[in-house]
């Protein structure tokens, strides 16, 4: 059962960039990598996946070590509106567990 | 992205009652997921809910207390019977759809059993 460690909370500042770790030691060759957050009062939303390469979108990047036992989600510029819990998960095939994730607070 | 609607969004329920949570998609998904989130708790899943045959149960969880039901391939539905104040929690559906490897949430429905 693959698993992930997160920190349990992290703070920016607001308009700075954030670097959330997830260690995943245990991760398989079929592992994806996925980063979901949860707002207050609202289901999981969806950032970033990748499998070995690092990945861009519009909400954050994903860097993904060589050995795969680690990555990192990047807010290149954090906001109040990202203030959320930041999950890690890896994910093969229908199985998708949650750690207790990351609480992420940025400070005005 | 699939948008998933979730009813009840919110009720109080009497303890030893049942409840039947419905979830519907606005396009046609091959995977759909039940989850369930005790207050100030992470995510754990509950059952993946299968087309047309009965669902599969994680670990700790049993069709009798949580029966679901999904008839065709935008909806779904979770019962959460003999309800207990234990049960008072965040019941999320999530849908994989079969373009891609993304996973979307519903606003979930949060229930609370006096």
């Known amino acids: 059962d693959a698993k992930t460690t997160q920190p349990n909370s992290m703070e920016s500042n607001e308009e700075e960039p954030v670097h959330l770790p997830c260690n995943h030691s245990t991760i398989s060759g079929t592992d994806y990598i996925h980063w979901y957050r949860q707002l207050p009062s609202q289901g999981p939303e969806y950032v970033i996946h990748?499998?070995?390469s690092n990945v861009n979108n519009r909400m954050a990047s994903l860097a993904i070590a060589e050995d795969r036992k680690s990555s990192t989600l990047i807010l290149h510029r954090a906001t109040l509106r990202d203030a959320a819990v930041y999950y890690c998960i890896l994910r093969w095939n229908n199985d998708m567990r949650f750690g207790a994730g990351t609480r992420l607070t940025v400070k005005p | 992205s699939a948008v998933i609607s979730q009813k009840p969004s919110r009720d109080i329920c009497q303890r030893g009652t049942s409840l039947t949570i419905q979830c519907q998609v606005d396009?046609?998904?091959?995977?759909m997921f039940w989850y369930r989130q005790q207050p100030g708790q992470s995510l754990t899943l509950i059952a993946t809910?299968?087309?047309?045959?009965?669902?599969?149960?994680e670990s700790g969880f049993v069709i009798d207390k949580f029966p679901i039901s999904r008839p065709n391939l935008t909806f779904s539905t979770l019962t959460v019977s003999n309800m207990s104040p234990e049960d008072s929690s965040i019941y999320l559906c999530s849908v994989e759809q079969a373009s891609g490897n993304t996973i979307y949430f519903g606003e979930g429905s949060w229930l609370t059993v006096v």
């Open positions: 990748g499998l070995t």
């Open positions: 396009s046609q998904v091959t995977m």
């Open positions: 809910a299968n087309q047309g045959s009965e669902a599969t149960y």
